[in-house]
T-cell receptor, first 117, second 114 residues
Framework: AQSVTQLDSHVSVSEGTPVLLRCNYS??????LFWYVQHPNKGLQLLLK??????LVKGINGFEAEFKKSETSFHLTKPSAHMSDAAEYFC???????????????FGTGTQLKVEL | DAGVTQSPTHLIKTRGQQVTLRCSPK?????VSWYQQALGQGPQFIFQ???????QRGNFPDRFSGHQFPNYSSELNVNALLLGDSALYLC?????????????FGPGTRLTVT
């Protein structure tokens, strides 16, 4: 089965410092991986996606993630946090081989990012 | 270009009742998926519709059913509501079933069962 593990339920950083949100996945040969962000009382917004092209993926708002197959990881980073980055972040996996086609998304449990002045 | 829309925004029901939630996909999208997000948890996949057929289903009981219409809009029906069905129900659309296609999410319907 496909699954993701978000290693930290809460992360707190100071504004202007780097952000690291960790994610490990379990899947087959060719997973697609995503990071979504959810601000309070807002819908889910896609930050970035990996679909077997370049392993370093750049997304919106300065976020990026690196797909490391040997470590089964897809950690999300940002060089400098901004107050507006405070939100819930979800690591997501999908794998057509395991799902028999279709693009069912499997979400992690989320990481709450807090940004302090 | 309208994104994914859902109605209603909020809903309060009593145990044992039935509820219908509605979703209109983003323009140009033909695939609709439904997810349940309980408080403090990540969304859980309920089912996915393509060409008016249920293509995939998550680990949800038969009380959860759906439908997709020729215009690609979709409904989620839940019968015999339980307190545990209280959650945010999210609809997502994509331009097909391929795994590389990103899914666009609507704002959700907040269902409270009392």
């Amino acid at each position: 089965a496909q699954s993701v593990t978000q290693l930290d339920s809460h992360v707190s950083v100071s504004e202007g410092t780097p952000v690291l949100l960790r994610c490990n996945y379990s899947s087959s040969y060719s997973p697609s991986l995503f990071w979504y962000v959810q601000h309070p009382n807002k819908g889910l917004q896609l930050l970035l996606k990996y679909t077997s092209a370049a392993t370093l993926v750049k997304g919106i708002n300065g976020f990026e993630a690196e797909f490391k197959k040997s470590e089964t990881s897809f950690h999300l980073t940002k060089p400098s946090a901004h107050m507006s980055d405070a939100a819930e972040y979800f690591c997501v996996v999908t794998d057509a081989i395991l799902t028999g086609g279709g693009n069912k998304l499997t979400f992690g449990t989320g990481t709450q990012l807090k940004v302090e002045l | 270009d309208a994104g994914v829309t859902q109605s209603p925004t909020h809903l309060i029901k009593t145990r044992g009742q039935q509820v219908t939630l509605r979703c209109s996909p983003k323009s140009g999208h033909d695939t609709v998926s439904w997810y349940q997000q309980a408080l403090g948890q990540g969304p859980q996949f309920i089912f996915q519709y393509y060409e008016e057929e249920e293509r995939q289903r998550g680990n949800f009981p038969d009380r959860f059913s759906g439908h997709q219409f020729p215009n690609y809009s979709s409904e989620l029906n839940v019968n015999a509501l339980l307190l545990g069905d209280s959650a945010l129900y999210l609809c997502a659309s994509s331009p097909g079933l391929r795994t590389g296609y990103e899914q666009y999410f609507g704002p959700g319907t907040r269902l409270t069962v009392t």
